[in-house]
């Protein structure tokens, strides 16, 4: 496990670090006191645990500045301002631990954590030989970082937040491999979209991530009312 911890109370970092280790064993860790530059991170993290005030810098602003570098975060912020809680809100953290009830709200951490695991399925995908270009036949993607899937013959484009690739599958395989995940759902014969990339949608097209026309996706009239029920169900969840 990987993690990123930036928090500029020494104690509070010393508790976090020994908890991760008791509880996840093999644990690197990436620790700041103030926050640090892009260039200074690694290109990946597992968890990101970041202070809500960082002296007179906010942590809120800044978990938001990179989260385009890491659009997958998952999030966990850390204060003893119990009535910011809400204010972290908008950047979806997975949990809010209150220093000054560290130990139940590590605990909660934990179980929120090990089920958003259970959910972040990863899929073997045989790449198609226009792909095979440094001799490698598969790819392992998780599931959750899959934007859409475009179904072309006998092939699929996944579509990831900065890649494609062309794979081996079909759709009904594929839907067969995401079925446990509710954020995935068909919207065309050709096409199936993670929910959470809704950036807009129309009458006949979505647009996944953001208004690009590169990212709009049809929607056909025979998938029109199971999407908007879907996605209704999905907003409340």
């Known amino acids: ?19 991760l280790k008791d509880q996840y064993g093999d644990v690197e860790l990436d620790i700041f006191q103030k926050p640090p530059h892009i260039d200074e991170l ?6 990101f645990f970041i202070d809500v005030l960082l002296g007179k810098e906010s942590g809120i602003e800044y978990a938001n500045s990179i989260k385009d570098y890491y ?17 972290t809100q908008k950047i979806s953290p997975i949990c809010f631990i209150r220093k000054s009830n560290f130990d139940e709200d590590f605990q909660m951490f934990c179980i929120v954590y090990e089920n958003k695991q259970r959910e972040n399925i990863k899929i073997i995908f045989k790449l198609h030989q226009i792909e095979n270009k440094t001799g490698e036949t598969s ?5 959750n970082d899959i934007v859409y899937v ?19 599958m079909t759709l009904k395989e594929f839907l067969k491999n995401v079925k446990t ?9 050709s096409y199936v979209i993670n929910m959470d990339y809704i950036y807009s949608r129309s009458k006949t097209t979505i647009h996944m991530i953001n208004d690009d026309p590169k990212n709009e996706v049809p929607i056909s009239k025979r998938y029109k009312r199971s999407f908007n029920d879907t996605y209704g169900e999905f907003q409340l969840s």
């Open 1 to 19: 496990m990987k993690c990123l911890i930036i928090d500029d109370d020494q104690s509070c970092i010393d508790t976090l670090e020994s908890k």
């Open 42 to 47: 690694q290109t990946d993290y597992d968890l």
């Open 71 to 87: 659009p997958h975060m998952t999030l966990v912020f850390l204060s003893y301002q119990d009535n910011l809680i809400f204010e």
């Open 139 to 143: 790819i392992t993607l998780r599931a």
């Open 150 to 168: 475009e179904c072309y013959s006998h092939e699929l484009i996944i579509h990831t937040y900065n890649d494609e690739h062309i794979v081996k």
């Open 181 to 189: 995940l509710k954020c995935f759902t068909q919207v065309h014969r």
